[in-house]
């Protein structure tokens, strides 16, 4: 199979990633998708194991992962023109009722309809800043709502149109498994709890915000902190200045690549993998350790590569190249720069001449730029058309099924975080809102 890259082909720019992958599997556009299963309804993957078509299709689903329920006939059967209509209806008999946020790497024809669109810890923030709503319909992936219900009011129901989407990273840090690491360290340091000269305890743990509110509710009851892809390196500085070790989950790159950034050795970032005793790593290599990294990833982030990058330049000389920090540390290193989803759509709106971008994050963005920016040549610098698996799971047809529940009087799929876990995780994101540089 030759990959063609999108770069070359003359294409209109059309900030819909699903009328590409359409037009690639009928043939009617030169290209490559990861998986043809792409052009099918999300519903046919809802049942099945794994994560479904897309980046994440070759990762081990966790047993026990949420499921979603059969979608209704009639969803599955509508066009896309009257999956719009409904949504668009009942979103207007709904009102101030609802508020419908949309995640940076949704499908464009979920995000037409969102009331706001960011990455996960803005749209967070906007489900605080309406309290009146009743229902928070969050069109993300599992634990962005999880985030959203820490946020938001009790009273407020937070709604993810399809349960299945998860976040395959996410999932790679299960809360047993963090449990048994920190026991593990415990043997190993000593104490937990008590400090140094300095006042540092042995191990402070650092959460990504994108890791279950279970993991953010262990760092909250272990002094530890959350961290976004904006903040991570004053998190880290908040850390080292309570810790001399940081336990780093669930994306060891984000990690790695901030630490790196701010001086660490690599020789002081021993993995933790959680299918092995001590992580994989000796007792003399996690006492020498300035970082401990979980071994997770994105599968989305994972996919680029320093090839890509070369190529790029070879092919469009004077291009920037800009990754997201989840990508490898090679492909951080070869790059422009490397910044948040935040930071990659400042960068693009701040450029003042046309120039060429090749960027390194998800499909649906980097399309929805391309769109966005005609003055730009933008193009993803994954030639195969790839989304996130797991967001590529809200459907519009999703979407419209829990709108018309909610105007029927019923709340479907909400998303709840138990209090014994909400209230630690909600002190971890309020220690991460305090942290300063
Ligand atoms: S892009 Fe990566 S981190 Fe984001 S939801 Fe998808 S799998 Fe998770």
């Not at 792409?38 to 794994?50: I, V």
């Not at 490397?338 to 960068?347: F, L, P």
Request: proline share 7%; glycine share 8%.
């Amino acid at each position: 199979m030759t990959a063609t890259a999108l770069s070359l082909q003359p294409r209109p720019i059309d900030p819909s990633v699903d009328h590409e992958i359409q037009a690639i599997v009928s043939g009617d556009l030169v290209g490559e998708t990861c998986n043809t299963d792409l052009a099918a309804g999300p519903w046919d993957f809802d049942s099945r194991p794994g994560y479904g078509p897309g980046a994440s299709m070759g990762d081990v689903i966790p047993t026990g992962a949420p499921r979603q329920g059969e979608l209704p006939a009639e969803y599955r059967a509508a066009s896309d023109e009257e999956l719009a209509a409904r949504i668009r209806a009942a979103k207007a008999t709904l009102g101030d009722r609802v508020v419908i946020l949309g995640h940076f790497y949704q499908r464009e024809e979920v995000v037409e309809h969102a009331d706001y669109l960011g990455d996960s810890f803005q749209l967070a923030g906007f489900a605080k800043q309406h309290p009146a709503a009743e229902a928070i319909v969050f069109c993300g992936v599992h634990f962005m709502a999880e985030t959203a219900d820490l946020l938001s009011q009790p009273e407020q129901a937070v709604i993810l149109p399809n349960l299945a989407a998860g976040c395959s990273m996410a999932d790679m840090a299960d809360i047993d498994q963090v449990e048994e690491c920190w026991e593990q360290l415990s043997e190993l340091y000593g104490d937990m709890e008590a400090v140094d000269a300095d006042g540092r305890v042995p191990v402070v743990p650092v959460t990504y915000m994108n890791s279950s509110a279970a993991i953010k509710g262990f760092v909250g009851r272990h002094g530890g902190i959350v961290c976004t892809s904006s903040n991570a390196r004053t998190v880290l500085e908040w850390a080292f200045a309570r810790g001399r070790r940081v336990l780093f989950f669930p994306d060891q790159h984000l990690g790695r690549n901030t630490a790196k950034a701010m001086g660490v050795p690599l020789a002081q970032m021993p993995m933790w993998n959680p299918r092995k005793p001590l992580g994989g790593s000796s007792a003399a290599e996690l006492q020498e350790a300035t970082v401990i990294l979980w071994h997770g990833f994105c599968s989305v982030h994972r996919r680029f590569t320093v090839a890509q990058i070369d190529k790029a330049r070879a092919e469009h000389p004077g291009v920037r190249v800009i990754v997201h920090p989840e990508c490898p540390m090679e492909v951080v290193d070869a790059a422009d720069e490397a910044g948040s989803t935040d930071y990659i759509r400042k960068a693009i709106a701040a450029a003042t001449e046309p120039t060429t971008f090749a960027v390194g994050t998800e499909i649906n963005l980097v399309q929805r730029l391309a769109a966005e920016h005609p003055e730009h040549e933008i193009f993803c610098l994954d030639p195969v058309v790839c989304p996130c698996s797991t967001m590529y799971r809200i459907h519009p047809g999703y979407l419209a099924w829990v709108l018309e529940e909610l105007v029927a009087g019923r709340v479907v799929n909400r998303i709840t975080v138990p209090a014994d876990v909400a209230d630690p995780a909600r002190v971890a994101l309020e220690r991460m809102l305090a942290a300063r540089p």
